[in-house]
């Protein structure tokens, strides 16, 4: 692998890999949303080549492409969060840009796309999750996300490219979304402040973003044609225990309101990857674990806060 293409490249996934292509020296080209405000992440690197170009408009691009590029890791989607989850237009639009990615991918003369699914292609399940697990989506992303990965599999087959799917669990670390879990309690502890959280007794599967990383540069050599995996850790704790890991990184004296939230309905009790065809298949293993995770997660988060607060 000398040359990449990536879509969605300023999210913790993206800029996970990205870092991991820059330690091996391989070229990037960075397809970014020209009204992205997060384009200023992406680490300086006379090795990344930006390019601006709205996912509606993958395939309009012409670019001039003097030696082809290898794999093609197609991160872009709108509509992740929210009630733009369900918005069914848009996430139609979403299956229709996947499908021009494989198109730009195999111009750009890619023998490799790999697309990022979700867990939300299952739904509800009570086992760890892996590629012939039962798929019941219950939100419109997750009913995209499951259609983009099979659109995007035959048109792979129609033009002769390799195509890996790969449904990531929860992933947290520098550049996550602000309002997830972990980053939500992080800045709560930081701010000195209680956090209001559920019972935390949900058993989920945390990944640090740039073990994520290692694991999608690693598929991008070793991942089989045609195959689903599943990213995450391959181990599920309670939520109240990640929590409590979290506060003790930061400050243990201060209180966690357990049970002051109720469970949203159709809460999802439990969510582990089954990791198995992965680490048979690339030798993936996880390096991180959530203490030191953590740490280095508080880190950024405190250098940020501080920038955001001049």
Known sequence: MKRIVITGPTGAIGIAIIEQMIKRGIEVLAICNPLSKRSYRLPESSLIKIIRCDLNDLNKLNLKNNQPYDVFYHLGWKGTVGEERNNTFLQNKNVENALDAVD??????????????SQAEYGKAETNLKADTATNPQTGYGMAKLCAGMLTRLRCEQIGIRHIWVRVLSVYGPYDNENSMVMSIIRKLLLGESPNTTKGEQLWDYLYSE????????????????AIYCLGSGKARPIRDY???????????????????????????Y?????ADLKRDTGFYPDTNFIDGIKKTVMWCKTTMVESLK
Not at 104 to 117: D, M, P, R, S, W
Not at 271 to 275: H, P, Q, R, T, W
């Open 104 to 117: 730009l991918a195999k111009k750009l003369g890619c023998h490799t796309f790999i697309g990022v699914g």
């Open 271 to 275: 969510l582990c990857a089954d990791i």
């Open 211 to 226: 073990d994520a990383g290692k694991a999608l540069f690693l598929l991008g050599l070793y991942g089989r044609d045609k």
């Open 243 to 269: 929590i409590q890991d979290i506060r003790m990184v930061i400050n243990s004296d201060i209180e966690i309101n357990f049970g002051a939230i109720e469970y949203i309905p159709g809460q999802i009790m």
